[in-house]
């Protein structure tokens, strides 16, 4: 296995981590705790499909590794996520009934919502890297919460959750709306680079 699925692990730890805080405080503070993942993740300089996916429209990252890091964060997050579902019992009632909602969502608008969610974790990370204040972590990632925007890893984070107290309630093929939302992640992440260097190419012609 290669350095980005190990990475990867611990990145989708962090998520699962983030998830629950948000669950169990709920709200605009929720929101804000769960920037403390992707905080820790820039910090470590972890492997996050949300945060490297961008990198691929820009030309410096391929799918293969990409593939490798979601794969990673999968385990991680999925892992983690029923661990501390199983210790906050709070938080796991809260993801059952967000994933009973994720069910009633089509899959286009579960891929719209999680470009815009892609949308707003590119920026976040391209600022945060240029300018190394947290505010441009923080806004970002509250505002993808708050305005009900989907993040895949985050996903499988509360899938776990949801699995880990009610199991014989959920299938794993309830696991269905993260397929959409990785895909609407990936949309969303590249978009910008993509139509940044459009923009260079017509300028130039």
Not at 9 to 34: D, E, K, M, Q, T
Not at 39 to 63: H, P, Q, R, S, W
Not at 146 to 155: C, E
Request: hydrophobic share 55%; proline share 3%; net charge positive.
């Amino acid at each position: 296995m290669s350095k980005h699925f190990y990475s990867g692990i611990l990145a989708g730890v962090f998520i699962a981590i983030a998830a629950s805080v948000n669950l169990s405080i709920g709200g605009i503070f929720g929101a804000i705790f769960f920037a403390v993942g992707l905080l820790a993740i820039l910090y470590f300089k972890l492997d996050l499909y949300t945060g490297k996916a961008g990198l691929v429209g820009e030309g410096k990252l391929t799918l293969g590794p990409l593939g490798m890091i979601l794969l990673g964060n999968f385990i991680g997050a999925l892992a983690a996520g029923t661990a501390l579902g199983i210790l906050n019992t709070q938080a796991a009632g809260a993801a059952y009934r967000l994933w009973g909602e994720r069910l009633l969502i089509d899959p286009i608008s579960i891929f719209i919502r999680a470009a815009v969610c892609g949308m707003l974790m590119y920026f976040a990370v391209t600022a945060y890297n240029t300018e190394k204040k947290i505010g441009f972590v923080i806004i970002p990632v509250a505002a993808f919460i708050l305005g009900g925007f989907i993040h895949s890893i985050a996903d499988m984070a509360y899938f776990g959750m949801a699995a880990s107290v009610e199991a014989s309630k959920l299938k794993f093929i309830d696991i269905w709306p993260i397929l959409p939302a990785i895909i609407g992640n990936f949309g969303g992440c590249i978009i910008i680079p993509v139509c940044k260097d459009l923009n260079k190419e017509i300028k130039g012609c």
